[in-house]
């Protein structure tokens, strides 16, 4: 296929912290790395320095794909552009009433907030039945003085979001036409166009984020692309979508709620990237930062996808997404003791300012990082952060904060830290596991980020995981996804109709229909591929239920008594539960269509010149480290490791951007593609 001619590759990602870069020249081997702070204010500059920093020359790479948290932060923080609604009369509440939900299990308290305020939600006469057939007529006159209204109270952004629009999006298209004769820009979302799925509820919601983060990531890559462009750089910039896959920068603002989550998403992709060539298929990938923890679950090499995740409280967006599931653990996730005389970590965390104690920024309160100073898993000479803070310092602390409040010694107080941080860590993962009817004895742990190689291996024999995977470079994984990401576009269509009553040719026409319009999309993108896949599914459920649940296809052209035999078989596999007397009703059509890009060729992430012949040549000296007592450990650079070494625990790997720890017992070993894979000894 025609596209892109060779060269480098550039992944860029950015994060609450740091921005990370790497660069693969699939023709050279050759790697570039960057580490730089993030430029919150313009997540640009960040890009612009990691390019600096790494030496990169934009005028020879072939691409650049980014990842970003501008959507995720703007709709958290509810830092959003001002946004307008047009709704069906009666429903200007539907995006506050949400669904029969609280913020918390057990009691009344908790705070909702919709995306936009009540004052700037307009109603106009028409009406669609769930069949699509008009109820009531379109006011056209209605609309236009409604978006005029909008327009003179500063909105920026406008949804319309007409009920059972995606059975008919005839007033939906309709009224888009007559507000764009008023409308000051493009920023005009209809919610059948982004998200032709039943749900009015969910279908508003996912339109009112796409609307409200239209005007921020538009101008944000509009600023990154202009300052690429005068730096000599001609080619198109990819962003990553939250699904795993990537869309052309002239694009991304059209479906601007699908970059959500694009962040945890690449690292998930890296990792299914890197277990397909380490032979392991099946993983739990095991993200931990400096304030949370991500997990997802991977199987038979291809990452769980949902369009059923709410990124916060009566926050559904409704796109296909990894399906990440986030802890508040954290290498800054703050210890205390309750009133109650109980030990407590997180979710409150230090942050990167002030910061654990160790950081030497100022803090105070005792966090998991610093449990990991305090038991000698990390070296205080390589936190290069760290000004005047002593390991007394530190003890003090903690002796002070922890020991004295729960009877122990600073030692003991750290160790329980870490137990309780893994006990939460270990929770998240068997909400991705253990939930969703897999057992965690039939995956490996992938563990990334700048704190997870240090948590993995006891994290594993908890949950009885009986290997980790620990890639060659853990700390900037979600630049590499960035880098291996295929080309994805997802699309679904709501059907709800009953099995018994479906005529198998409708559903073989939106299947061909949205092939055709996902490999238009690819067709339009100058990227080189290696092949394309189209990957279809259906959501069902039983009649009367109110979940749904989601059955992969082998081919889209399937017959009645085969849906009815997969979804029976998939409700077993998740439930070990047969109803076979209820009729089952197919609600959503899904295609994916997926360009799949050239492989390449990870191993040169660890320069091959620098590695040593022995093992012992990679041994940097010894330090005292707490387990289940202080034992003398050996420490490594993992730069200068043989490519196939082998060593039993206990042991510490370190390198430019993570600590690898090895338990007393655990068995680990290199592979060819420069990965760590730690047998653990005992598992529970």
Known sequence: MSGTSSGAVVGVDVGGTFTDLVELDPASGKVRLAKVPSTLDNQAFGVLNALREAGCDLQTLALIVHGTTTTTNAVLERKLSRTGLITTAGFRDILELGRRTRPQAYGMKGEFRPLIPRDLRLEVPERMDCDGLVVTPLDEDAVRQAAQQLVDAGCEALVIHFLHAYANPAHEQRAAEIAREVWPNAYITTGH??????????????????????????????????????????????????????????????????????????????????????????????????TSTDVALIRDAEPTVSNEIEIEYAMPIHVPMVDVRTVGAGGGSIARVNPAGLLEVGPESAGATPGPICYGRGGTLPTISDANLLLGRLDPSRLASVEGVSIETVTDIFESELGAKLGVDATEAAAAVIRLGNTKMAGAIRMVSVSLGADPRDFALFAFGGAGPLHASALARELGIPRVLVPSRPGITNAIGCVVADL??????????????????????????????????????????????????????????????????????VDRETLQALFEAAYYKRFRVKLDNIRANLVNANTSVIGT??????????????????????????????????????????????????????????????????EPGDRARGDAQGNIIVEIGATA
């Open 193 to 290: 166009s982004l998200l032709s799925e039943s749900r009015e509820f969910e279908r508003g919601v996912t339109a009112a984020a796409n609307a409200s983060v239209q005007p921020i990531i538009d101008r944000y890559i509009r600023r990154l692309t202009d300052e690429l462009k005068s730096g000599g750089y001609t080619r198109d910039v990819l962003v990553m979508n939250g699904n795993g896959g990537m869309v052309s920068a002239e694009r991304v603002a059209l479906e601007a709620a699908k970059t959500v989550m694009s962040g945890p998403a690449s690292g998930v992709m890296a990792a299914a990237y890197t277990g397909r060539q380490a032979g392991m298929r099946d993983l739990i990938t095991y993200d931990m930062g400096g």
């Open 488 to 557: 994805r576009h997802d699309f679904v269509r709501t059907l709800n109709t009953p099995l018994d009553a479906l005529d198998p040719a409708d559903l073989h026409k939106v299947f061909a229909a949205q092939e055709a319009e996902g490999d238009a999309l690819i067709d339009a993108e100058s990227i080189t591929l290696s092949d394309r896949r189209h990957v279809h599914s259906v959501d069902m459920q039983f009649i009367g239920q109110t979940h749904l649940l989601r059955v992969p296809l082998e081919r889209p052209d």
């Open 597 to 662: 890009r050239a492989a390449l060729d990870l191993s040169t992430l660890i320069d091959p010149a620098g590695r040593k012949d022995m093992l012992a040549q990679a041994e940097t000296g010894r330090r005292p480290v707490y387990f289940d007592g202080w034992h003398d450990t050996p420490i490594y650079w993992r730069d200068h490791l043989p490519p196939d070494f082998s060593l039993t625990g206990p042991a510490i790997v370190q390198q430019m951007d993570t600590t690898v720890l090895i």
